[in-house]
């Protein structure tokens, strides 16, 4: 039997890709015209002429250092979480300990905290330790306020794998470590690539710690250096939008790559 057509569906869709299209239109067809063109036709007008001297002049004016900077403080602090939430979550979940379970309740407590409320500490701490205006002082806070999700999200995912599947492998006469390595990690793909993209976006679009811990202009990301297009005569639009393209652009990479493996992470259904 052949269905009708949901005509009120196919509304529905189209308005919400009017809704998410329109600012997507937007902030593309201003990047490829000059700033006098586009205050000539206006936010929805077409371009007369396309140009691709807002890219250029971004990257030439100190963006690409904004952009590699970025890059630094994204790929150090996934390589940060990487390294320690992974066995830290296996030893959670593997322990019965009472000292291992203080440890996972004092991360949680860390998602009850935010950022904003030690912000002064944390300053005064970075800055005893030499680390002020220093890519490191952005990397090390960022890395330790992502753990706890990370933590959260890795245990909840490593609770899934079966007692047998351990058991089995403890028969066997494998170590911990073995377990952990052939087990544990490729059973669980799906919290590691949701654990990948939470802290690739907290590092990518981090404001505060760069904006408290940062002041030199070689120390900048991107984050901070999308304020350069802000000036006492105003400010420049088509630049900044095209300065927002190529800073989304990676983010958004990892997570095409990454979106079926995030979605089951997030449903806890991990590697399964």
């Known amino acids: 039997m052949r269905k ?63 952009f590699l900077n970025t890059v630094i403080v994204t790929v150090s602090v996934v390589a940060i979480i990487l390294l320690l939430v992974p066995p830290l ?15 996972f309740r004092l991360f ?7 950022s904003q ?12 330790a030499g680390l002020y205006d220093n890519l490191i002082g952005v990397i090390l806070p960022t890395a330790a306020f992502a753990m706890p999700v990370c933590v959260l999200v890795l ?11 351990y058991e089995a492998m403890t028969v066997d006469g494998a170590a911990p470590w073995r377990i952990f390595r052939q087990l544990v990690l490729p059973l669980s793909k799906g919290g590691l690539s949701t654990v990948i993209v939470f802290s ?20 900048k990301v991107i984050t901070m250096g999308l304020y350069d297009f802000q000036t006492e005569h105003g400010v420049d639009i088509p630049g900044l939008l095209a300065a927002v393209v ?27």
């Open 117 to 128: 409320a030690v912000i002064v500490p944390m300053f005064y701490l970075i800055n005893e």
């Open 4 to 66: 009708r057509p949901h005509y009120l569906a196919g509304f529905g869709s189209l308005v919400w890709l009017f809704v998410v299209g329109l600012p997507l239109y937007v902030m593309l067809v201003a990047t490829f015209q000059s700033r006098a063109d586009y205050a000539a036709n206006g936010p929805l007008g077409l371009p007369k002429k396309l140009t691709f001297d807002n890219y250029l002049n971004d990257l030439n004016d100190g963006f690409a250092q904004y």
């Open 108 to 114: 949680l407590l860390g998602l009850a905290i935010p």
């Open 246 to 272: 190529l800073s989304m652009l990676p983010i958004l990479l990892v997570y095409l790559f990454a979106r079926r493996a995030l979605i089951q992470g997030l449903m806890g259904v991990g590697g399964k």
């Open 89 to 103: 979550a296996y030893a959670i979940v593997r322990s019965d300990g009472k000292a291992t379970g203080r440890v």
């Open 155 to 165: 245990t909840g995912v490593m609770r899934d794998i079966t007692p047998e599947l």
């Open 200 to 219: 690739s976006l907290q590092a990518w679009n981090g404001f505060l710690f760069p904006l408290v811990l940062t002041q030199s202009a070689e120390n």
